[in-house]
T-cell receptor, first 112, second 113 residues
Framework: AQSVTQLGSHVSVSEGALVLLRCNYS??????LFWYVQYPNQGLQLLLK??????LVKGINGFEAEFKKSETSFHLTKPSAHMSDAAEYFC??????????FGRGTSLIVHP | KAGVTQTPRYLIKTRGQQVTLSCSPI?????VSWYQQTPGQGLQFLFE???????NKGNFPGRFSGRQFSNSRSEMNVSTLELGDSALYLC????????????FGQGTRLTVV
């Protein structure tokens, strides 16, 4: 079975500060890992994905994530938060079954 | 290229009724997956269709069903609606089977009263 844990249902940062959203996963097979962003009343948009190539993955809008197998983590970071980054962020794992499992989401709040 | 289109965007139904939601994938995409999103349970996988065949199914009762047409458009049906079926239903399409880049529609907000 696979699972995803996102630490912190809400993360609050000031504009210009570092963004760090945490994701830990479990999977019985080498996984694919994803981060998605969801704005109010919208669907999910793929930010970045890990597919067993480079462990440091760069995505859109200045976000990146690092796959750490030893820690079973795939944390999402952005050096400098922007007001437009305020949204809900989801980490997801896709294992051998092709059935994705999503975390419960982290709401990013950006203060001016 | 047009994105994933879901219709309708909003729907209000009464308990016991049935509902059909529609999803038009991105042109050329053959895989369509459906998800239910609720505040209590989060995002849950319903099923995946590829080349008109259901390839995977999540842990939902048989009241939830779907189908895919030869043009890759998909519909999902929920029969005998319950209050707990109120949710945002999201559709995602991808070129291949559950490949690594799925594109999501804006969703259909279903409210059961």
């Amino acid at each position: 079975a696979q699972s995803v844990t996102q630490l912190g249902s809400h993360v609050s940062v000031s504009e210009g500060a570092l963004v760090l959203l945490r994701c830990n996963y479990s999977s019985s097979v080498p996984p694919y890992l994803f981060w998605y962003v969801q704005y109010p009343n919208q669907g999910l948009q793929l930010l970045l994905k890990y597919t067993s190539a480079a462990t440091l993955v760069k995505g859109i809008n200045g976000f990146e994530a690092e796959f750490k197998k030893s820690e079973t983590s795939f944390h999402l970071t952005k050096p400098s938060a922007h007001m437009s980054d305020a949204a809900e962020y989801f980490c997801a794992v896709l294992g051998g079954s092709y059935i994705p499992t999503f975390g419960r989401g982290t709401s990013l709040i950006v203060h001016p | 290229k047009a994105g994933v289109t879901q219709t309708p965007r909003y729907l209000i139904k009464t308990r016991g009724q049935q509902v059909t939601l529609s999803c038009s994938p991105i042109s050329g995409h053959r895989s369509v997956s459906w998800y239910q999103q609720t505040p209590g349970q989060g995002l849950q996988f319903l099923f995946e269709y590829f080349s008109e065949t259901q390839r995977n199914k999540g842990n939902f009762p048989g009241r939830f069903s779907g189908r895919q047409f030869s043009n890759s458009r998909s519909e999902m049906n929920v029969s005998t609606l319950e209050l707990g079926d109120s949710a945002l239903y999201l559709c995602a399409s991808s070129e291949g089977r559950m490949n690594t880049e799925a594109f999501f529609g804006q969703g259909t907000r279903l409210t059961v009263v």
